[in-house]
């Protein structure tokens, strides 16, 4: 049972706009959420996060907004850069615990 | 920034063979480190937890005998792949969290790509 979904495998999006990724959770015990970036046969990189007392968190072009009640969150990125493309990975964390569950990853495709 | 840094980045070896991935925090201790392992296209898979001077704890589905993990110091963690077969093929990854602050944040390793002929 997939508790963290990134129901979109990939986006392409055209430079200067903005790249919108999605991310569904269902364990309501989910208090801190992560977004992470990875490049092909690299580590992920840390992006951005969230708290579950929030409902927006803003650094630089990325903004994470999460909604509790639809058990939704999401990554902005504005403006899209080429360099951007990369595969993006939304992950929770269990309250109490060290663990994060990752999502499958969305591959987005800044267009120059 | 906290770096975590993995050996070897790529490994080839034949069936039945056993090998070891070394995971270090270089420039902060690291209580708590994990193993994640992915396969192409799908996501981080967490296969153990892994503390300082403790046995690892490991997720369910994975077996313990295959997967040695050692957490020896509060800098390096090694975990070894026994017997390792093809099907044991795949991307492995570890991140480590920083103490003792940092709970919100795991830094990750390269990655060390496996291949079992």
């Known amino acids: 049972d997939q508790q963290v979904k990134q129901n979109s495998p990939s986006l392409s999006v055209q430079e200067g706009r903005i790249s919108i990724l999605n991310c569904d959770y269902t364990?309501?015990?989910?208090?801190?959420f992560l977004w992470y970036k990875k490049y092909p046969a690299e580590g992920p990189t840390f992006l951005i996060s969230?708290?579950?007392?929030?409902d927006k968190n803003e650094d630089g072009r990325f903004t994470v907004f999460l909604n509790k009640s639809a058990k939704h969150l999401s990554l902005h990125i504005v403006p899209s850069q080429p360099g951007d493309s990369a595969v993006y990975f939304c992950?929770?964390?269990?309250?109490?615990?060290?663990?994060?569950?990752f999502g499958t990853g969305t591959r987005l495709k800044v267009l120059a | 920034g906290a770096v975590v840094s993995q050996h070897p980045s790529r490994v080839i070896c034949k069936s039945g063979t056993s090998v070891k991935i070394e995971c270090r925090s270089l420039?902060?201790?690291?209580?708590?480190m994990f193993w994640y392992r992915q396969f192409p296209k799908q996501s981080l898979m967490l296969m153990a937890t892994s503390n300082e001077g403790s046995k690892a704890t490991y997720e369910q589905g994975v077996e313990k005998d295959k997967f040695l993990i050692n957490h020896a110091s509060l800098t390096l963690s090694t975990l070894t792949v026994t017997s390792a077969h093809p099907e044991d093929s795949s991307f492995y990854i570890c991140s480590a969290i920083q103490a003792p602050s940092g709970y919100n944040e795991q830094f990750f390793g390269p990655g060390t790509r496996l291949t079992v002929l």
């Open positions: 364990n309501s015990m989910f208090d801190y």
């Open positions: 420039d902060f201790q690291a209580t708590t």
């Open positions: 992950a929770a964390r269990e309250s109490g615990t060290y663990k994060y569950i």
């Open positions: 969230i708290s579950s007392i929030k």
